[in-house]
């Protein structure tokens, strides 16, 4: 398997612009987890899917953020409109469903709004 | 709510030195307990992990971990680091009533002398 696929890896935008980002994860995961990593705020979970139904948005920052899962092989997460203070690298990671399965993580999306 | 502590923000050592990096959980119930590493430039992957048995767990490349449920503490060892060690460390709880959530301490970043 290919792991956790994410993409784009770099996004450099302005502000004010849409951004998408995506995410195909494990083939046979059915749990599909956001993150948000910055030095000040460390790893932060934004939402998590299983079986493509949104479960917890609660880290969700704000409207401007949305996440979707339309199947169980793709899912992604949209900033619009995107402002400086959203610049990070955002995960995505995988996992079976179950409290103690390890959460498989993509490579990230490092994301530079200007 | 649940929450991860990691004390040590950075941790510098010399090759061959012993270490130990904190991690301590507010959750009074069950918990499984995960440590993640995150190379330079690379994504996260597990460590090691624990459920339940044994409170001491080992876990790849010679990292172990041992869960004291008295003090609330999942505290990381190594008994000879290498360069190649040098990476940020998360510690990672999961309750076990929360599906698949998992909540991610602020990390501690180590850094080994050649």
């Known amino acids: 398997d290919a792991g956790v696929i994410q993409s784009p890896r770099h996004e450099v935008t302005e502000m004010g612009q849409e951004v998408t980002l995506r995410c195909k994860p494990i083939s046979g995961h059915n749990s599909l987890f956001w993150y948000r990593q910055t030095m000040m705020r460390g790893l932060e979970l934004l939402i998590y899917f299983n079986n493509n139904v949104p479960i917890d948005d609660s880290g969700m920052p704000e409207d401007r953020f949305s996440a979707k899962m339309p199947n169980a092989s793709f899912s992604t997460l949209k900033i619009q409109p995107s402002e400086p203070r959203d610049s990070a690298v955002y995960f995505c990671?995988?996992?079976?469903?179950?409290?103690?399965?390890?959460?498989?993580f993509g490579p990230g999306t490092r994301l530079t709004v200007t | 709510a649940q929450s991860v502590s990691q004390h040590n923000h950075h941790v510098i050592l010399s090759e061959a030195a012993s270490l130990e990096l904190g991690c301590n959980y507010s959750y009074g119930g069950t918990v499984n307990l995960f440590w993640y590493v995150q190379y330079p430039g690379q994504h996260l992957q597990l460590l090691l992990k624990y459920f339940s048995g044994d409170p001491l767990v080992k876990g790849i490349k010679g990292f172990e971990a041992e869960f004291i449920k008295s003090k609330f503490s999942f505290n990381l060892r190594k008994p000879s680091v290498q360069w190649s060690d040098t990476a940020e460390y998360f510690c990672?709880?999961?309750?076990?009533?929360?599906?698949?959530?998992?909540?991610f301490g602020s990390g501690t970043r180590l850094s080994i002398r050649p």
């Open positions: 990671a995988s996992s079976l469903e179950g409290p103690r399965n390890e959460q498989y």
């Open positions: 990672a709880v999961n309750a076990y009533s929360s599906a698949s959530k998992i909540i």
